[in-house]
C-alpha cells in the first residue's frame, strides 16, 4: 500500500501560514506529520537557536500545565511577544511577514506543536 494522506490543513498567524499533512506511510504503524516550514541559512538559524535558548531559560514550565490549552495559549502569546522584541533588535530590517513566518517556526520547535495548533 502506498503512502496515504489522511489530512492537510494550513496554520495562519497573522501574515504567515504553514501547512501540515497527516500521512500513513506504507508499513508504518503510526500516522507521521508533516510540517511545511522553510529552511533558513545558517545564521538565521543561529539567531533562532540563540532565540529559543534564551526563551526556554526564561521561562518554567511544569509538565503538568502543557495539557491546558489556556497555559498553552498565554505561553504562545508570552513567547511571541519575547521573539518579536528580540527580532526586532537582531534584525531591524525583518518584514511583519518575514517576522511572523521566523516567530511561528520558532514556537512550532519550542513547544509541543500539536498542542500549539489548538492555539491557532
Known amino acids: ?3 496515504k494522506l489522511l ?3 494550513t496554520i495562519n498567524s497573522n501574515t504567515s501560514e504553514i501547512e501540515i499533512k497527516i500521512v500513513q506511510q ?9 510540517l511545511d516550514i522553510p529552511e533558513f541559512g545558517k545564521g538565521t538559524e543561529a539567531l533562532l ?3 529559543r535558548r ?3 531559560l526564561d521561562t518554567q514550565i511544569k509538565a503538568d500545565r502543557m495539557m491546558d ?4 495559549a498565554e505561553l504562545k502569546t508570552k513567547f511571541t511577544e519575547k521573539a518579536t522584541i528580540f527580532l526586532k533588535k537582531k534584525l531591524p530590517n ?3 511577514k518575514e517576522s511572523d513566518l521566523l516567530i511561528l517556526s520558532l514556537l512550532m520547535t519550542c513547544l509541543d506543536w500539536a498542542t500549539l495548533i489548538s492555539c491557532f
Do not use: H, Q, R
Open 26 to 34: 506504507e508499513g508504518a504503524y503510526v500516522k507521521t506529520y508533516f
Open 54 to 56: 534564551t526563551l526556554i
Open 7 to 9: 489530512k492537510k490543513y
Open 94 to 96: 525583518l518584514t511583519p
Open 69 to 72: 490549552p489556556e497555559f498553552i
Open 49 to 51: 537557536n540563540s532565540l
Open 1 to 3: 500500500m502506498p503512502d
